[in-house]
């Protein structure tokens, strides 16, 4: 293998696994707070690509990508109030069929509504002739706002833990539930507001890879998996496992091209996982605990 294709293979895998990072850092922020696996994360993805396109034929880009992060935030916000809020210590099993059926109903409610057509946001800088050269690779100036949004993501999620009242009432949440609700801490809008969060920050990246990935009602199910894959794979609950894994796992995918059929790809985040599950699952930066799934 050349040089150039080793750079083009790495800077490709550190894009898709910048975007598995971001899903599995969703993945984390609802689980932190309540124990909970929503596996309609990537689902929030799909929304956010398909109502920014949809805006954005009315609004300016930035404004669409704006009010698409909202509606998508209100999303989660109300599958947490009418789905989530009124089940009293459910069974981690429940709890992972309601997500799933809730993916499927989100899907199919898509589909209704953008048909099957794939869909893509223009792209933020240039065009898709226009390209970067680093040492004889070249990616488009996309990717770099893919890496510089999951960047600042994480930036903000660990100023808004570390340093805000009320991210650190969403940390005391995932350390001790009953602890905090005695400090005072409110339970149920500390709930509220995980699933508000991580459902922002899926539209967010669900716009910024749409130049790239282009968009489809179904492709939130792609991304749901391999974002899980992650977030097992760095320890549920680790944002820094978290980014480690999604890197890891882009870059093992873009290697495994020049050795496997592209149309295998995506069997190597599936055998991954399953190793993860039999051999280590408390992932690279968690317990067994953590993969245990401890019930909300």
């Known amino acids: 293998m050349s040089p150039d294709n080793i750079v083009q293979y790495l800077i490709s895998g550190i894009t898709a696994g910048s975007i598995y990072a971001i899903v599995a850092i969703g993945f984390n922020i609802i689980y932190n707070t309540t124990g909970i696996i929503n596996f309609a994360q990537g689902e929030f993805l799909m929304?956010?690509?398909m109502i920014s396109i949809t805006l954005a034929q009315f609004m300016p880009l930035p404004a669409a990508i704006l009010a698409a992060v909202i509606i998508t935030a209100g999303v989660g916000f109300l599958i947490e109030l009418v789905?989530?809020?009124?089940?009293?210590?459910?069974?981690?099993?429940?709890?992972?069929?309601?997500?799933?059926?809730?993916?499927i109903v989100i899907r199919e409610a898509a589909l209704h509504i953008w048909d099957e057509k794939v869909r893509a946001l223009p792209y933020f800088t240039g065009n898709e002739i226009t390209s970067i050269e680093i040492l004889g690779a070249r990616f488009s100036p996309q990717v770099l706002w893919v890496l510089g949004t999951c960047a600042i993501i994480v930036i903000i999620l660990n100023i808004f833990y570390y340093y805000t009242l009320t991210g650190k009432s969403m940390r005391a949440c995932a350390?001790?539930?009953?602890?905090?609700?005695?400090?005072?801490?409110?339970?149920?809008?500390?709930?509220?507001?995980?699933?508000?969060?991580?459902?922002?920050?899926?539209?967010?990246?669900?716009?910024?890879?749409?130049?790239?990935?282009?968009t489809q009602y179904d492709c939130g199910a792609t991304l749901a998996i391999k974002g899980f894959t992650a977030a097992?794979?760095?320890?549920?609950?680790?944002?820094?496992?978290?980014?480690?894994?999604?890197?890891?796992?882009?870059?093992?995918?873009?290697?495994?091209?020049s050795i496997i059929p592209l149309a295998y790809k995506d069997a190597i985040t599936l055998t991954l996982l399953l190793g993860i599950l039999f051999f280590r699952p408390g992932g690279i930066f968690g317990s067994r605990e953590a993969a245990a799934l401890k019930e909300y």
Request: aromatic share 4%.
């Open 47 to 49: 929304l956010g690509g």
């Open 83 to 103: 789905f989530i809020r009124w089940i009293d210590s459910p069974s981690v099993l429940r709890m992972i069929i309601i997500t799933i059926g809730l993916s």
């Open 175 to 214: 350390a001790n539930r009953t602890a905090a609700s005695l400090c005072g801490i409110n339970i149920k809008n500390m709930v509220s507001l995980s699933f508000t969060l991580s459902a922002a920050i899926g539209a967010l990246a669900g716009c910024v890879i749409s130049p790239i990935t282009q």
């Open 232 to 257: 097992i794979f760095g320890g549920l609950g680790s944002s820094t496992g978290a980014i480690v894994a999604g890197l890891l796992i882009g870059v093992i995918e873009a290697a495994s091209i």
